[in-house]
């Protein structure tokens, strides 16, 4: 079974705190994702990385930035937390396919909250 | 671009009923689409998934049907169960695009 991991399920930070979330699959997918979700807006992303010290934007970008050093190794950083990034934040990841295109069925991690005060 | 959308934000069924949830889509060029069940606080489990060379796929319970002439899709679940009480959403991949597009998702309540 595919295994996405979030570093922790709950976060409570200040405006203005640094803060770092973490995500592993264990499933040798080159694809992953960063996504927020929050209530009436579904899920959007917000990077993504196609390999290895590759990132892309997503459709909101702003105030984030990522990092993936390692391909197991996703982590997903806000610079400067402030009170509007209060979400709930998804990885995921998938395998790219033989036929060229970048997508298939994504697997989610379970999640991280997180609160900025 | 793509646009997705449910039809329903929430849905009630009784338990032992059929359940269809539906899910709409704009891009004519779309040719996969994805079924995801979330529970609450917990991230988006896939269900089923079905490619544009096909208008039905099956699973264990669930069945996906696809109408491209429309750009319709629905997921059925059969003889629901408590444990089916979650949000549904569909995401939607073109051809074209490099990423898979979300609907806003349907919560959907078995009632005992």
């Known amino acids: 079974d595919v295994k996405v991991t979030q570093s922790s399920r709950y976060l409570v930070k200040r405006t203005g705190e640094k803060v770092f979330l973490e995500c592993v699959q264990d499933m040798d997918h080159e694809n992953m994702f960063w996504y927020r979700q929050d209530p009436g807006l579904g899920l959007r992303l917000i990077y993504f990385s196609y390999d290895v010290k590759m990132k892309e934007k997503g459709d909101i970008p702003e105030g984030y930035s990522v990092s993936r050093e390692k391909k197991e190794r996703f982590s997903l950083i806000l610079e400067s937390a402030s009170t509007n990034q209060t979400s709930m934040y998804l990885c995921?990841?998938?395998?790219?396919?033989?036929?060229?295109?970048?997508?298939?069925?994504?697997?989610f991690g379970p999640g991280t909250r997180l609160l900025v005060l | 671009g793509e646009n997705v959308g449910l039809h329903l934000p929430t849905l009630s069924v009784q338990e032992g009923d059929n359940s269809i949830i539906n899910c709409a889509y704009s891009n004519s060029a779309s040719d996969y689409f994805i079924w995801y069940k979330q529970e609450s606080g917990k991230g988006p489990q896939f269900i089923i998934d079905i490619r544009s060379n096909m208008d039905k796929r099956q699973g264990q319970r669930v069945t996906v049907l696809l109408n491209k002439t429309v750009k319709h899709l629905s997921l059925q679940i059969a003889a629901t169960q408590p444990g089916d009480s979650a949000v549904y959403f569909c995401?939607?991949?073109?051809?074209?695009?490099?990423?898979?597009?979300f609907g806003s998702g349907t919560q959907l309540t078995v009632l005992p």
């Open positions: 995921a990841s998938s395998f790219r396919t033989n036929l060229g295109r970048n997508q298939e069925t994504q697997y």
């Open positions: 995401a939607v991949l073109s051809g074209s695009a490099r990423q898979l597009t």
